[in-house]
């Protein structure tokens, strides 16, 4: 079936920093599906952060990026500069018309340290 | 106004107590969700919803039930609560399984 493996927490950055946060994925069923960062900031519920649905373009939002790529099968999440306000719970997922519900990872902790 | 709202925010259970837990979307999705959340495993999907009257198993529905009884509610039912579920638990709705799916703030379980 379809997963997704992300980069282990708690990532401890400091502020003004670059971050990566790794992100691949397996679709047993479609090649392209669609490809999902999410954000949960403390005390509230998850949020979109960025989607991208065609292999090959990039996602921006709030100063993070990240590319589809279908050939490493990756859509790592990137800042050049981080703020302590990034602080948060990441997640990458994937959804895919043939699957009954989006895949998670597993999620990491992001704390950015002034 | 938040279309995806959840009630309890915050619950104490006792052992073998029965726990309901609700879920109201304004989106008009079709699919809903119920995940909860826990250190070192992330999200799960505990059971989803295609639309009103129909629910299915996800990955972990063992000790959980859910009712669908309209487009817009959607509850998660612990029949007999164990100290085991105590968790975090997120609502969401989705158009589709390629769409973004739209989270509820979370309850808070805790069970003693």
């Known amino acids: 079936g379809d997963s997704v493996t992300q980069t282990e927490g708690p990532v401890t950055v400091s502020e003004s920093e670059s971050l990566i946060i790794n992100c691949t994925y397996s679709?047993?069923?479609?090649?392209?599906?669609?490809l999902f960062w999410y954000v949960r900031y403390p005390g509230e519920g998850l949020q979109l952060l960025l989607k991208?649905?065609?292999?090959?373009q990039k996602g921006s939002s709030r100063g993070f990026e990240a590319t589809y790529n279908k050939e490493t099968t990756s859509f790592h999440l990137q800042k050049a500069s981080v703020q302590e306000s990034d602080s948060a719970v990441y997640y990458c997922?994937?959804?895919?018309?043939?699957?009954?519900?989006?895949?998670f990872g597993t999620g990491t902790k992001l704390q950015v340290v002034p | 106004e938040a279309a995806v709202t959840q009630s309890p925010r915050n619950k104490v259970a006792v052992t073998g107590g029965k726990v309901t837990l609700s879920c109201n979307q304004t989106?008009?999705?079709?699919?809903m969700y119920w995940y909860r959340q826990d250190t070192g495993h992330g999200l799960r999907l505990i059971h989803y919803?295609?639309?009103?009257?129909?629910?299915e198993k996800g990955d972990i529905p063992d000790g959980y039930k859910a009712s669908r009884p309209s487009q817009e509610n959607f509850s998660l039912i612990l029949e007999l609560a164990t100290p085991s579920q105590t968790s975090v638990y997120f609502c969401?709705?989705?158009?589709?399984?390629?769409?973004?799916?739209?989270f509820g703030p979370g309850t808070r379980l805790l069970v003693l």
């Open positions: 969401a709705s989705g158009e589709t399984v390629q769409d973004t799916q739209y």
């Open positions: 679709a047993t069923s479609i090649a392209y599906p669609n």
């Open positions: 991208v649905i065609t292999a090959g």
């Open positions: 997922a994937l959804g895919d018309n043939s699957g009954t519900y989006q895949r």
């Open positions: 989106n008009n999705h079709n699919n």
């Open positions: 919803s295609y639309g009103a009257g129909s629910t």
